[in-house]
């Protein structure tokens, strides 16, 4: 919950100030800005769902025992470091990066895509729904084309539990992966995934774009009611209509 508030908050800053430097609203910009965002994140997401799977599978493969071995996830962090170090805390962050650039990419390029598509503009009485449909696909969009890497980077973060390690890399991680399971590991949990993906991803599109039509309206009202009467007296100039994101 803690790491999600500020990944939310790193991706969709930077995605946004991303747009802005690429100036042109195009399929291809959307796709680049989120993929920088998703990079961006990794330094926050990586760490957060180390401790989140250690704290899951604590217990795991040792002798039953009164105590835990992790407090709360900032203990599992701090216990990590002490014991491995910084390598230990960023375990899994090459394959967090290969998931979360292009899945943020894919995740609001499908968005755009969608909102445009869709019509999705503020007089629109189907504005809201179609907001949650476009960003619950784009969530599950996004998944799917990421969903085998992040299998391995799970099986990564999730080696050393209990005192046991299986893998010594990507590849090697990869190979025993196919070798003991078949090609079918790769979509293990796929299913679960998207039925999540999509509410949590529609809520979140939903609520971030129509936060943002409130703020700038409001910014519209305000510079409207601070100018003096003299420019009222000129002719209206029309409206923009707000962007699809």
């Given at each position: 919950m803690?790491?999600l508030t ?19 609203d ?14 961006i ?15 899951q ?50 995740y ?27 960003g ?13 890497v ?23 991680c ?19 995934t ?18 943002l ?23 209206l ?5 707000a962007?699809s994101?």
């Amino acid at each position: 919950m803690m790491g999600l508030t500020f990944i939310n908050a790193i991706v969709f800053g930077v995605q946004g100030n991303a747009m802005r430097k690429l100036g042109r609203d195009t399929p291809l910009h959307q796709f680049l800005a989120g993929a920088s965002a998703g990079a961006i994140q990794c330094v926050i997401c990586c760490p957060m769902e180390l401790a989140k799977t250690r704290m899951q599978m604590q217990g795991t493969g040792e002798k039953k025992s009164k105590r835990k071995l992790y407090k709360n996830s900032l203990d599992c962090l701090v216990r990590i470091y002490n014991r491995e170090g910084i390598r230990g805390i960023n375990r899994g962050m090459v394959t967090t990066l290969l998931r979360e650039t292009p899945g943020f990419g894919v995740y609001f390029l499908t968005y755009d895509v969608l909102t445009r598509s869709l019509g999705c503009e503020p007089e629109d009485t189907y504005m809201i729904p179609k907001l949650l449909f476009a960003g619950g696909m784009s969530g599950i969009a996004s998944w799917i084309s990421t969903y085998p890497v992040d299998v391995i980077k799970s099986r990564l973060q999730a080696d050393g539990v209990g005192g046991v390690y299986q893998y010594n890399g990507i590849m090697d991680c990869i190979r025993q992966s196919l070798k003991k399971e078949g090609w079918r590991v790769f979509t293990r949990g796929l299913t679960s995934t998207l039925l999540r993906a999509f509410p949590v991803n529609a809520t979140t599109f939903a609520t971030v774009t129509l936060f943002l039509l409130y703020m700038r309206e409001g910014q519209e009202c305000s510079i409207q009611d601070s100018e003096p009467p003299s420019v009222q007296l000129q002719p209206l100039q029309p409206q923009t209509q707000a962007n699809s994101m």
